[in-house]
């Protein structure tokens, strides 16, 4: 301690110094920490499964997934917290998602909208990624029945599965998302299902919905709308693009932001 007092720290900013240096040596500072092994060749199962064009995933080498594009991990365990592969100019292509990607156990945010996964249904090992709290897989040509697993992910705030070839005959599994905040199925053919009029009552966390273009009528309309009424969380509320008849929404409109009829 004597060679500290001579630089003139004070013991407890001495503490407080070292404290500082550990913290950062984990990853807190500017220093990565280094990614599980399990981990970064599951990524990488997952980047052999796909055909990277534009070079998306040109950065998935060395040992550190940790410091690989669209990856965060967390400071301190090193786990990864974030897959943030969303596509626009450049997208990634496959026929499916490797289930290797279901490795990833702490995962909280998952983004592969944008991409083309050609018409491949949503694979059913994201049951499995129960620390999501958000998922985006839309516009990403994914087609069939929206899998009712997703319905497992309780912890999910944002899901968005809008602008895909789904369709779901009961809503159902949307039941048990009782920390949804945003919920966006637009484009999504709900014509069959069952339940759709039941959402607003059984998420009343639910902040934004949007079922534009999902081929909806007005059997249980009134019932739907009527659950929106006593839910203050309620924000924004699209039900545009659908095939209501003209004049029943008059009265409700000023609850909602979108009320185009076809």
Request: charged share 15%; with cysteine.
């Amino acid at each position: 301690m004597g060679n500290w007092r001579g630089l003139g720290l004070h013991p407890i900013l001495l503490s407080l110094f070292l404290f500082a240096a550990t913290y950062t040596c984990l990853g807190v500072g500017n220093v990565s920490v280094i990614c599980f092994e399990q981990e970064r060749l599951a990524l990488l199962k997952f980047k052999n499964s796909v055909q990277d064009f534009y070079g998306m995933l040109s950065s998935w080498a060395g040992n550190d997934c940790c410091l690989w594009g669209g990856i965060q991990c967390d400071a301190i365990t090193g786990n990864v917290q974030q897959l943030d592969l969303k596509g626009h100019d450049y997208y990634l292509f496959g026929n499916k998602v490797s289930s290797s990607l279901a490795k990833l156990r702490h995962l909280k945010y998952l983004d592969l909208s944008g991409n083309d996964f050609q018409g491949y249904q949503i694979s059913e090992f994201i049951r499995s990624l129960k620390q999501l709290t958000y998922l985006n897989l839309s516009d990403a040509d994914f087609e069939g029945i929206i899998p009712p697993h997703i319905g497992n992910l309780s912890n999910l705030k944002v899901l968005d599965l809008g602008r895909n070839g789904l369709k779901a005959d009961d809503m159902a599994w949307a039941f048990g998302l009782s920390s949804l905040e945003l919920l966006y199925l637009s484009e999504m053919d709900l014509s069959g299902a069952h339940n759709w009029d039941m959402l607003l009552h059984m998420i009343p966390s639910l902040k934004e919905f949007s079922l534009s273009g999902c081929s909806l009528s007005n059997v249980n309309l009134g019932a739907f709308l009527n659950s929106s009424i006593i839910l203050p969380n309620i924000k924004h509320l699209d039900l545009g693009y659908n095939s209501f008849k003209d004049g029943i929404i008059s009265s409700y409109g000023a609850t909602f932001f979108n009320w185009q009829t076809n």
